[in-house]
């Protein structure tokens, strides 16, 4: 699994069969609900499992639900979240590459 994310084959690996099983282990786990919004109190669909150690920093941990912390304690390494706390709260930087860029020539009404 992890030549596989080293090389840069990302999609190969969420489409793989052991991740949709533990995938659908921790949807089933959470029982569907989005972990940031419960954790504020609101309750909306999740639909995606994130990763807390990024796929790429830790490939050894890809297929972990669990992790030990460097205070040897237990923590999620995935939860799941809606598409929109996905987007925002878990990789933000995504949306800074989308910023609409400026018009090429001004419009001008009367």
């Not at 489409?15 to 959470?30: G, H």
């Not at 709260?89 to 090429?104: A, I, M, Q, T, W």
Request: glycine share 4%; hydrophobic share 30%; proline share 5%.
């Amino acid at each position: 699994m992890t030549k596989i994310i080293a090389d840069g084959q990302e999609h190969r690996f969420y489409t793989c069969r052991a991740w949709l099983d533990v995938r659908d282990k921790v949807l089933d786990m959470d029982r569907h609900e989005c972990q940031i919004h419960k954790a504020r109190g609101r309750y909306k669909r999740a639909d995606l499992v994130h990763h807390i150690n990024h796929l790429k920093d830790a490939p050894d941990l890809a297929l972990s639900i669990w992790y030990q912390d460097d205070g040897g304690q237990r923590q999620r390494n995935l939860i799941s979240v809606c598409k929109d706390c996905h987007e925002t709260e878990c990789h933000p930087e995504r949306l800074r590459k989308y910023k609409p860029k400026p018009p090429v020539t001004r419009e001008r009404w009367d």
